[in-house]
């Protein structure tokens, strides 16, 4: 079945840091993949999107690359800043069919000043 | 304009019990989901409604679990005879139509069983 696999945080990183977090995902043909973003103690909240190869979703300094050749949609920010911390989760919807997402495990960062 | 709002915000249930939680999405738009968030599991898929259909409950994780639909609005998703391992943020979501539009989510319903 459809799957996705992000890193396992928590990650910590300083204000200015660059920041990585990556995403592998398992689907046949080519799903819509997302980023979404869980500010603490608020709902999730959709960050990018890419919905066919080689597109580039970007939002807030936020970039993540759809690479069909290695599955992934890692999610990069040049330099993190202490409102960036959050939890981030990658999700993908599958080609025709069904409507759900499908949600990776989600990764928590902190970004100290 | 308004986001999708679902109550109650919190829920403290006896084991056993029946709970109802309420989700209004965001007007005008058709597609409804339900999604569960738990420490142990993540975020997992529970229901689709397109309208007040629902063409996949694939994600319901047993029948103790409903959920309806009425006047293409408003959704309630029901638990029975709660058990302890239904304690979760029950997440709603909302979009334009079916087909890749962005979902947009609620707040969430956090149920605690004890």
């Known amino acids: 079945g459809n799957s996705v696999t992000q890193m396992e945080g928590p990650v910590t990183l300083s204000e200015e840091a660059f920041l990585t977090i990556n995403c592998t995902y398992t689907?046949?043909?080519?799903?819509?993949l997302f980023w979404y973003v869980q500010y603490p103690g608020e709902g999730l909240q959709l960050l990018l999107k890419a919905t066919k190869a080689d597109d580039k979703g970007s939002n807030k300094g936020f970039e993540a690359t759809y690479r069909k050749e290695t599955t992934s949609f890692h999610l990069e920010k040049g330099s993190v800043q202490v409102s960036d911390s959050a939890v981030y989760f990658c999700a993908l919807k599958a080609q025709g069919g069904s409507e759900k997402l499908v949600f990776g495990k989600g990764t928590k960062l902190t970004v100290n000043p | 304009g308004a986001g999708v709002s679902q109550s109650p915000s919190n829920k403290v249930t006896e084991k056993g019990k029946d709970v109802e939680l309420r989700c209004d999405p965001i007007s005008g738009h058709t597609a409804l989901y339900w999604y569960r968030q738990s420490l142990g599991q993540g975020l997992e898929f529970l229901i689709y409604?397109?309208?007040?259909?629902?063409?996949?409950k694939s994600g319901l994780p047993s029948d103790r679990f409903s959920a309806e639909r009425t006047g293409g609005s408003v959704s309630t998703l029901t638990i029975q005879r709660t058990q302890q391992e239904d304690s979760a943020v029950y997440l709603c979501?909302?979009?334009?139509?079916?087909?890749?539009?962005?979902?947009?989510f609620g707040p969430g319903t956090r149920l605690t069983v004890t």
């Open positions: 979501a909302s979009s334009l139509q079916a087909g890749g539009r962005e979902q947009y």
């Open positions: 409604f397109q309208g007040n259909s629902a063409p996949d």
């Open positions: 689907a046949t043909g080519y799903p819509s």
